[in-house]
């Protein structure tokens, strides 16, 4: 921790360094505590359906990148050449998903990648301080984000990394202050000739990816350190920053389609329109706080949320946002990297703010929206999904800002390959984030799901099928007791939930702002059994007269029947029309294509919808996220309707009279979303009995 007389010297320091008094500085040197204290990694480990995801990932795509994958394998980080821009992304990116996923399998063959890498990097380390590949002008503070935030998770799994990471960290603090004394360099880098403009700039709209890791070494590591030099790093970084205080404002945020408002406007805006920016910024305010000590942030940071919910977001937890945020139509595009970021934002903010909406939001985008975008082995993504995605196939023209014909199609780099190397930390850091500290010693199931966590003396052990089923079973063991929180989702029907300890059953009592339910577990062993009380199908209204179908924390697609092709993996440059050479990844590795095998144009009755496959007992399939594998299914009455196109897609349905039947009433097949690759979310209604 931070000694006393720190603050003076770090006011003074502000005073002689930047010239001006700090706008966000309250003059405490101590930082804003998180509401929950993260576990760290290897701590929990995951099990079940969670557990075979990230083996998936780690027999798939994401474990093998570090074999083939030109932008990791020879990444100029690790000595090589090959980068798929001049952000140098690719290799930090990587990094910071395969370290969570390696620590929480325990998969050796991929701890000794992420070992070898850090040993690399680390060891490369230049003299005055800087990590990574770059010299001179085109150091750029943004790809050592997610590099850092690997360190750090790495460096709390593993004890033979700690010190040489924080020695690492804390030799580029030095530098990072004098860059930034320099009129925020590092901040605006130099592209040949050029001062960085626009997109360029990813490091100040993304730089709450940087204070996390700069707050975490400051609170754990800052012993016979310099810490008001964090303390002030952490002050310039949000001084030079773009603000996200300045975007989440009723004067500024764009409520709107984008597609329907002036260039002039959402250009002016751009960095707070892209998606994967608004995935990573949602927590930005969060952080800030901690060191600003300004509460209004709570509450910017809820609307912040919520507006990015209810302007842009699909039903399945993903901000609709090809490349720039759009609006609600359901052919829009969610990226797959704007998923796990948003994941991850949303994880993070529970733990720094306690409001259950957002660990109910994390859940929602976890279990719908991030596996529906990957294959069932975890072999191939899309770029982007649709609420709407009837066909994956390479399309005759796109709905889309800015993704190209194949984006929605599956594949090793469809569009671009930064989706390749961001979406392994997606189900792995969720997996990290499933247990926290409550106060000094209580331990909540923040993130519903199976595994198992240790802290000192304590493990809990939880098997459960959520959100696929309702009953989660804890084996617990503690040496002398401790307080055991278990979540309540919000939409959950508290009158029905229940927790039974021993042989003594009882309804949950439930803290409003955290969600969550207390029970005291004595030293010994203890069985609890949490029962969430499953309301049953709840019905979203969407626009244009459609409904999204909720259960529980899953959202049921119409399951369009489907068939794939594929080929060997396409360039993603050239408009995908090249592949790359032969031999250069893996046989798994295809890039496919899905085709519907039937008309998809329905609408439904949603007063007839059933569900089938409640009662379902022993494991769930592996892999899951496969057409027809969910054990769980609903059926209802629906019909074709006429239905027409937009830029080749299913446009928005047509309302009012309009919408009518044109062949006969016949039972049609929902499903979980993640396993529908071919789907309906936003169904049009018709009253068919
Ligand atoms: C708190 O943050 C808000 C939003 O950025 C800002 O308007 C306000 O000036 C800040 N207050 C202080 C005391 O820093
Ligand atoms: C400094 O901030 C900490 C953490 O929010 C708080 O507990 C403490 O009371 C603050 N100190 C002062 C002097 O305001
Ligand atoms: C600081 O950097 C910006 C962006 O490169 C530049 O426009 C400005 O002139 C620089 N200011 C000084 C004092 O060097
Ligand atoms: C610690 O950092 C501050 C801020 O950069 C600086 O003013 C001070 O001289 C440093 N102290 C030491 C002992 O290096
Ligand atoms: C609703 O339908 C109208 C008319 O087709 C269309 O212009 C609009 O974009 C649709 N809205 C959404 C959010 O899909
Ligand atoms: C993919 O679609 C684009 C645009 O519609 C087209 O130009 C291209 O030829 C197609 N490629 C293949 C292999 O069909
Ligand atoms: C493609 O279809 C075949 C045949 O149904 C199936 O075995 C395979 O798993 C599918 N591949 C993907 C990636 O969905
Ligand atoms: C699949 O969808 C396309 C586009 O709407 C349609 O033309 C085609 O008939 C459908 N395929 C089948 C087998 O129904």
């Known amino acids: 921790m931070k000694s006393a007389d720190s603050r003076t010297s770090w006011l003074a320091a502000l005073a002689i360094g930047v010239g001006v008094q700090s706008v966000w500085a309250q003059g405490n040197d101590t930082l804003v505590p998180l509401t929950f204290q993260p576990l760290p990694l290897g701590a929990i480990k995951p099990s079940g359906w969670l557990q075979d995801q990230l083996a998936l990932s780690a027999n798939g795509l994401a474990g093998h990148e570090h074999d083939f994958y030109n932008y990791v ?18 290799f930090p990116y990587w990094f910071n998903g395969l370290v969570p996923l390696a620590y929480s399998l325990d998969d050796s063959r991929l701890l000794d990648q992420v070992h070898s890498a ?28 997610p590099f850092f935030l690997g360190l750090m998770n790495m460096a ?46 990813w490091g100040r709209v993304r730089v709450q990816d940087m204070l996390i890791t700069l707050q975490w070494l400051y609170t754990e590591h800052s012993d016979g350190h310099n810490g008001t030099q964090l303390l002030e790093n952490m002050d310039m970084l949000i001084k030079g920053s773009l603000n996200w205080a300045d975007w989440y404002n009723p ?148 709905p889309f800002w800015n993704v190209n014909s194949w984006g929605q199609s599956y594949g090793l780099e469809v569009d671009y390959p930064c989706c390749t190397v961001n979406h392994p930390q997606g189900y792995p850091k969720f997996a990290a984030a499933m247990y926290v500290k409550s106060g000094d010693s209580g331990i909540a199931h923040a993130l519903l799901g199976p595994g198992s966590v240790t802290v000192g003396d304590d493990t809990v052990d939880c098997t459960t099928t959520y959100p696929f089923g309702d009953i989660l079973e804890y084996n617990i063991n503690s040496k002398s007791g401790f307080d055991f929180y278990v979540r309540v989702p919000g939409w959950a029907d508290t009158s029905k939930t229940t927790v039974t300890v021993g042989s003594t059953s009882s309804n949950v ?14 030293s010994g062993p203890t069985k609890v059994t949490y029962n969430i009380g499953n309301p ?154």
């Not at 003299?127 to 943004?142: A, H, I, S, V, Y």
């Not at 609006?327 to 990297?337: F, I, M, Q, V």
């Not at 009592?509 to 577990?521: E, M």
């Not at 085709?595 to 399939?621: C, K, M, R």
């Open 73 to 90: 394998a020879h990444s100029t980080w690790l000595g090589g050449t090959e980068e798929y821009s001049d952000l140098r992304e690719g």
């Open 118 to 145: 850090a040993d690399y990097v680390l060891g490369a380390q230049q003299d005055d301080g800087w990590l990574g590949p770059e010299t001179g002008t085109e150091r750029n503070f943004w790809g050592r984000m």
């Open 156 to 201: 709390d799994a593993d004890e033979a990394y700690t010190e040489k990471i924080v020695d690492a960290l804390w030799k580029f603090s030095g530098l990072m202050n004098g860059m930034l004394r320099d009129n925020y360099t590092g901040y605006h880098y130099h592209d040949g000739d050029q001062v960085s403009q626009g997109d360029e700039q």
């Open 251 to 398: 004067t500024t945020y764009i409520k709107q389609d984008l597609n329907t408002v002036a260039d002039d406007i959402t250009d002016a805006n751009f960095p707070y329109e892209h998606g994967v920016n608004v995935g990573q910024g949602l927590k930005a305010l969060a952080v800030f706080r901690r060191y600003a000590h300004n509460d209004s942030l709570v509450g910017t940071t809820k609307n912040a949320v919520d507006w990015t919910f209810q302007y842009h977001g699909g039903a399945s937890g993903a901000i609709l946002a090809d490349e720039r945020l759009a609006g609600l139509a359901p052919y829009y595009g969610s990226e797959t990297c704007t998923i796990v970021e948003t994941m991850y934002s949303l994880s993070y903010l529970y733990q720094a703010l306690g409001d259950a909406s957002y660990a109910d939001r994390c859940e929602k985008t976890a279990f719908n929206a991030l596996p529906v975008q990957l294959t069932p082995d975890w072999w191939a993504r899309q770029y982007v999904s649709q609420p709407n995605q009837p066909y994956a196939e390479n399309l005759t023209e796109t």
């Open 509 to 522: 009592d439930i803290d409003a702002h955290t969600g969550l339910h207390k029970i005291s577990i004595p």
């Open 536 to 689: 049953g199908i709840v019905l979203e209204n969407r626009a244009n007269d459609t409904v999204a179908v909720h259960y529980g924390a899953l959202v049921f697609a119409l399951a369009i029947p489907s068939a794939n092709s594929s080929t060997q993996p396409k360039a993603y440059n050239n408009g995908g029309n090249d592949y790359l050479p032969d031999g250069y990844a893996p046989a798994q590795s295809r890039d496919y294509q899905y085709h519907n095998t039937s008309s998809w144009n329905y609408a439904i009755d949603p007063d007839t919808l059933v569900v089938h496959g409640t009662d379902f007992t022993g494991a769930l399939p592996n892999p899951l996220f496969a057409p027809g594998a969910n054990p769980l299914s609903m059926t209802a009455k629906g019909c074709e309707i006429s239905w027409g196109y937009y830029h080749g897609v299913p446009d928005t349905p047509p309302t009012g009279n309009a919408r009518k039947c044109i062949g006969d009433v016949v039972d049609v097949r929902l499903e979980p979303l993640g396993g529908a690759k071919l789907h309906l979310v936003d169904l049009p209604t018709l009253t068919l009995t």
